[in-house]
Each structure stands twice: as structure tokens, then as C-alpha cells.
């Protein structure tokens, strides 16, 4: 007999007070590790995408504005690019130090072209490019898959009046139409995409590269050193981060981070207040067996030890079967969510059983000071 | 020699407007070994001076000691400590915690010990044989009669086998036939070296003492020594509690 076992033995004697005085820790640790597990996997599931979908670098030439005039007379102005960019700064940005982040370097080319009596923009990328860096692409019809081929934007096939199959005429030479990228709201509708080479040709630029998409594997990732590590690289060129997209899914998340947090914050404050409510009346119904206690020589320690590892046992046993219901309620509701079902996170459980403990043992310390306060003599009152 | 000395003691409870005062100016000094039986109305002071003598609270007024020690200079929790060790309390209501075995109530006072679960065990079991409770080690409270709770516990006020035992009113819920067996259980540790310190309000019990201290309103009216009587022979009374 000790007191732990002690207290172990009292919570058998009233089963429904433990269980009340654990619901609130239950309830509480359950939604915050419910809410904290499907935060971790809307975060997870926004990394995953922006590392499954398109680039978050862009590496182009670095530019100036040159305003045009003579005298009072304004031309306009133009951008000055200070250096081109060629297929070989596609070997230099591999050769950064962070390269074993990079999941994909895309170089594309840019030409507006005369196209079977229409000036059109032409987009060169390599076919093999295409899935990893446009996956969002629906193509009626076929892929690139030889030269000569091109895919039309759904307003350039509607400007030219083609569809797969068909053919166009640009630079005296013949391109087959593949396919038609249905809409995407871009850019590239109004486009001609065609091999990077073949694009190339057609403007006379054999180892010219517009810019540059460059995916890093975003979990973790320094984006900002990557950055770094590029400039460095390719001094005449202007590297920048795509950040909107992150930042604007981040900021979902994290609003969603803090309603839940907050309504976690609400419950388990609650349940702390049950546990103080519960152990007070505990220690008031308690009154006689802890004079007792203290007229057999436990100190006022012991008497706090005794409620501490009663309400312990109790906030373990409520925070564990939170933490776990929490999480297998996650499971199964990420994906009303917009995340994946994925695996049982851990950390949550850890976190929720520490935070469930501490709020059990702060909860029961009022009581246990006043029940450490009782005379041993207006305890016992048949004395 | 004086082993508990009470010097000049008052105890006062309330505050100014409702002010009762339990014991007044009472001093008393008892040797080691004695038997001493404290009787008086109800309201003369004997469950204040028990606390007092228990060490379960402190005079307002005088001095207490035990064997030699000032208990005002002991802090609350050094006083427990010593309670823990010196004295043995038994309550008319026994006391016992309902949701433990007999064997686990006698342990509750060494749940603070450092000692070994074995060891504590052992303790118990020799206790509980002490007090004629062989083989009724795991029986709850529930399942005892109420001669055999009071058994647990005298064998738990014995765990640290205290000099002093404390015993209040110990067979008020007893029928005479159990209530003596109790006696004789108090009778064979005064024996064996015990200070006991008895209220009772059954002048039977009185006559197994070796002392008399009669209250009356806060003040001892009659201190005298008896002549111990192991077994009185007293007019046979109804049972009133299962023994």
C-alpha cells in the first residue's frame, strides 16, 4: 500500500465521478487533437500539391526600363534585358548545393510567330516537361510526343479554327495539330505550345531560354536559400519565389489552425473547470477520511500527493482515450477537409496527453490545498 | 515520571462574539503506562482535550508535551509526522475506509512509509492476527461486524507501534459483550507497556483503567487512580450492534 495504490483504489469507489470529472479532459483533448491532426494534414496535403503542382521559383533574365524619347517627345519605353538565358543555365541551377531539393528545372521559350496568317505566341517546352510542370493540363486529342507537333490554347484553336488533326503554317514549315488544351483561364489559351526545339527554330534562337520553372520539394524546404543559391548561380538573372499560392493556402490553414485551437482552448478549459468542481466536491464529501488520513500521520503532502494521482490517473486515462478518439476522428473526417486520410499522427497524442495531464493537476491544486488545509479535528468531528 | 504533561491548558473556539471556551486553565501530568479513562457530560471538554493530547490541534492557551517534547514547537506537518509515530487513535465509528480490505486499512498509515510493499504486508498480517483477525485479512469493512472493524482498527493505530493509544469512546457502538473482548484487547496493550488514554461514558469501562479524570465544564473535577479490573463483572445488556 502506497499512495499511489491508494488513490488507484478510490477511483473504483466512485466510477462516475472519474468518468465525470475525465469527460471534460476527454472532450477537450479529443478536439484539439482531433483539430491538430487534420491541421497537420491540410498543411501536408498543401506541401504535397505545391510540390505535385507547377513551380515555385522563376528564373528570368534580369531587365531594365528604358524610357524612349527625343527631347519633349515621349516613345515610350522598353525593357532591357541584361543577359539571355540559355539552355546552359539549366546545368548551373542543377549544380547548386541545394540541388538534391529540386524535383524538376523546366526552360521554356517564347516567340509570337505568324501562324497561318495570325500572330500568335509560341511556347516551347520539352514534351517530357509537360506532365510534371502543367499536370493541370486536359488535352482533347493527343500529347506532344514528336516535332512538327503542336497543342493548340482553346482560343488561339478558335483563332485559327483547328482542331486535332488539322494543320498550321509559321516559318515555312508545317505543324500537325495533336490536340487542344480545354480552358484553363491562363495565359497559354491564347497560346501555340510546341517542342522547346522546334519553337527555338522558329525564332532563330537555337539555345535561347525565356525563363525558367524551377520546382523545389517545398516539405520543409528553404525556398529563400534555394533562391539564394540561383542568383549566385546566374547573376544576370532575376530569380523569385512564387509565393502567393503558398501563402494564401498557408493562411487558410492557419485561420482554421486558430478557430480550432480556439474551440479547443473553450472545451479544455471547461473540462478544467469540471475537474476543479469535481475534486472540490470530492474533498468536501471527503472531509472525514482525510482527517483520518492525517490523524494516522499523513503530512499535508501526502494529502496533496493522494488528489494529485487520483486526478492523474483520471487526466491520463481521459487524455490518452481522447488523444486516440481525436485521431481516429481525424482519419476519418481529413477529407471533408480537403486533406488525406494519411496516417495516425503521434505528435497530437503526445501533445494532448501532456496538455490533459497538466490541466488535470492544475484543476485538482485548489482543492488539494484546501484539502491539505482541513484540521485533522474539524475533519473528524465524532472526536 | 510524567509522560504527557498538560501545563495550564485552555482551548477557546470562535472569534470575539461567539467565544466557547472548552478547557480552562486544566493541567495534568500522565506517567508512562498509565491507564487513564477520561469521563464527563457532554460539552465538559474530553473530545477537546483528546485532540489536544492527539496532537491534533494545539491549545490556545498553556503548554502540551509529550515524553519531554513541546508539541507548540513542532510545525503542522512535523506534528503529523509525530503523531504518525507516537500515538495511536481509535474512533468510536472505526473509521475505516470502506472501499479497503481489512488488511489495507491496517496498511494506510505505512502508505507513507518507505518500506516495502513486502514488509508492509507482513506488518499487517501480524497486527491483524494480534487483534484475533486470522484469515479475515481480505474481508471489507462491509463484511466484518462492527467488534471485528474495531479490531482493524486498534490494529492499525498499532502499525507504528505507538507508545500512547488514543481511544475514543472505542465500544459506544458495541453490544457489552463485544465492547468487553474490546476492553481486554486495551487491557492486554496496557500490558505490554501502552499509555492508553480512554473517553468513555460507561462507567464499566471506567473501572479497567488505573486512573479516573472527571470533567466538568472545561476544568478537571476528579482525578483518582483505580485499581485495574480485567474482566468487571457487569449486569448483562441488550446488544445494540453486531459483534
Known sequence: ?383 | MSFITLENVSMTYGSNGTRTTALSGVSLSIGEGEYAVITGESGSGKSTLLCLLGGLQLPTEGRISISGTDLSTFSADNLAGFRGRTIGFVFQAYHLLPYLTARENVMVPMAIDKKSSREKIERAYTLLESVGLSGKEERLPSQLSGGECQRVAIARALVHDPPILLADEPTGNLDSATGDQILDLFSKLHGAGKTILMVTHNRWNIERGTRSVLLRDGRIAEDNPLRPVHRASRPAVPAQAGG
Open chain 1, 1 to 383: 500500500m502506497n499512495i499511489r495504490k491508494l488513490a488507484w483504489k478510490n477511483l473504483f469507489r466512485r466510477k462516475s465521478r472519474a468518468v465525470f470529472t475525465g469527460l471534460g479532459i476527454f472532450l477537450g483533448i479529443g478536439t484539439f487533437v482531433a483539430i491538430s491532426s487534420i491541421t497537420m494534414r491540410m498543411e501536408g496535403a498543401v506541401r504535397d500539391k505545391l510540390d505535385k503542382f507547377g513551380a515555385n521559383i522563376l528564373v528570368t533574365p534580369r531587365t531594365e526600363q528604358l524610357s524612349l524619347g527625343f527631347g519633349d517627345i515621349s516613345l515610350g519605353g522598353t525593357q532591357v534585358a541584361h543577359a539571355r538565358l540559355t539552355g546552359e543555365d539549366e546545368r548551373s541551377i542543377r549544380s547548386i548545393a541545394l540541388s538534391d531539393r529540386l524535383r524538376m528545372v523546366v526552360p521554356y521559350f517564347l516567340t509570337a510567330a505568324d501562324t497561318s496568317g495570325k500572330n500568335l505566341v509560341w511556347m516551347g517546352i520539352r514534351p517530357k516537361d509537360i506532365v510534371e510542370s502543367r499536370p493541370w493540363w486536359k488535352v482533347q486529342g493527343a500529347e506532344l510526343s514528336a516535332p512538327g507537333e503542336i497543342l493548340l490554347g482553346s482560343e488561339a484553336a478558335v483563332a485559327l479554327d483547328k482542331g486535332p488533326g488539322g494543320t498550321v503554317e509559321s516559318g515555312g514549315k508545317t505543324f500537325r495539330v495533336a490536340g487542344v488544351l480545354q480552358p484553363t483561364g491562363e495565359k497559354e489559351d491564347g497560346m501555340i505550345i510546341a517542342g522547346l526545339d522546334d519553337v527555338r527554330l522558329l525564332a532563330g534562337s537555337p539555345d535561347g531560354v525565356t525563363f525558367f520553372e524551377v520546382a523545389a520539394l517545398c516539405k520543409d524546404c528553404p525556398v529563400e536559400g534555394i533562391v539564394a543559391e540561383i542568383g549566385t548561380k546566374l547573376p544576370g538573372a532575376k530569380v523569385s519565389a512564387i509565393r502567393s499560392v503558398v501563402e494564401s493556402r498557408k493562411a487558410a490553414v492557419d485561420q482554421f489552425r486558430r478557430l480550432g485551437f480556439g474551440v479547443s482552448a473553450i472545451v479544455l478549459t471547461i473540462g478544467g473547470l469540471m475537474v476543479f468542481v469535481t475534486i472540490m466536491g470530492n474533498v468536501q464529501e471527503r472531509t472525514r477520511e482525510i482527517g483520518i488520513l492525517r490523524a494516522v500521520g499523513f503530512r499535508k503532502r501526502s494529502i496533496r500527493a493522494l488528489l494529485f494521482w487520483e486526478t492523474g490517473w483520471i487526466a491520463l486515462a481521459a487524455s490518452v482515450s481522447g488523444g486516440i478518439l481525436g485521431s481516429v476522428a481525424a482519419f476519418a473526417g481529413a477529407p471533408l477537409f480537403g486533406a488525406e486520410r494519411g496516417r495516425i499522427e503521434v505528435l497530437p497524442i503526445l501533445v494532448g496527453t501532456a496538455i490533459g495531464l497538466a490541466l488535470g493537476l492544475l484543476g485538482t491544486l485548489p482543492p488539494s490545498r484546501r484539502a491539505a488545509a482541513l484540521s485533522p479535528t474539524e475533519a473528524i468531528r465524532s472526536l
